[in-house]
């Protein structure tokens, strides 16, 4: 069940996002939208409360359990931005702002920008670790929450490999510019 309160969670992400924008921008009525998009952080308080109440009342930690917390993490780091992003995408495209051009990328801009992302990616691991301990803490057997333990690995090896994937890569091998 909580991992369907997760997928909840997610499509409610994308629904209070999308919902705050249209009232923002279609209806006209930045307050409302903003209290809309301010709803978003409530899905996270709601996942964890009901994560910390599944584990009080003796469930064996799960894989949702620990996907939970590793979401929380995540959303906490990049959820911000990409609210961010798309608002100002509504912004171009419905209130006639200045159009804002990314700039593509190449070799050392390109580089600090994935050690950027990386170490946000690295901020949300420990977010998420510390979310897994505090879980283990609050249930306080070893038995009941192995599979949380078994997320810190895996929080290791996905920045590990993003770690060589990435910024490294980008690093030794910057990336170039088209020739045209």
């Known amino acids: 069940m909580l991992l ?24 006209g009525s930045p307050k409302t939208g903003k209290v809309v998009l301010l709803c978003v ?5 709601t996942l964890l409360l009901a994560t910390a109440i599944d584990l009080h009342n003796g ?8 996907l939970a917390a590793v979401y929380l993490g995540f959303t906490v780091v990049y959820g911000p931005e990409v609210i961010k ?5 509504a912004a171009q495209r419905f209130n006639n702002t200045e159009r804002v051009v990314d700039v ?6 390109h580089a600090f920008y ?18 897994l301990y505090a879980a283990i803490l609050y249930v306080g057997n070893s038995v009941r929450t192995a599979q949380l333990s078994e997320w810190l690995s ?12 990435w910024p490294l890569w980008h690093t030794v091998f910057p990336k170039k510019q088209a020739k045209l």
Do not use: M, N, T
Not at 59 to 66: I, L, P, Q, Y
Not at 85 to 89: A, G, I, V
Not at 154 to 160: A, C, G, K, S, T
């Open 4 to 27: 369907w309160l997760i997928i909840g969670c997610e499509i409610g992400f994308w629904l209070f996002l999308f919902l705050g924008l249209f009232v923002r921008y279609i209806l």
């Open 41 to 45: 952080p409530l899905l996270d308080l």
């Open 59 to 66: 469930a064996v930690a799960e894989f949702a359990h620990g």
């Open 85 to 89: 992003w798309l608002d100002r995408l």
């Open 104 to 109: 593509e990328r190449y070799g050392w801009d």
């Open 114 to 131: 994935e050690w950027r992302q990386w170490l946000k990616a690295v901020l949300a691991g420990v977010i998420s670790s510390f979310l």
């Open 154 to 165: 895996y929080i290791f090896w996905v920045l590990l490999i993003w770690l060589a994937c």
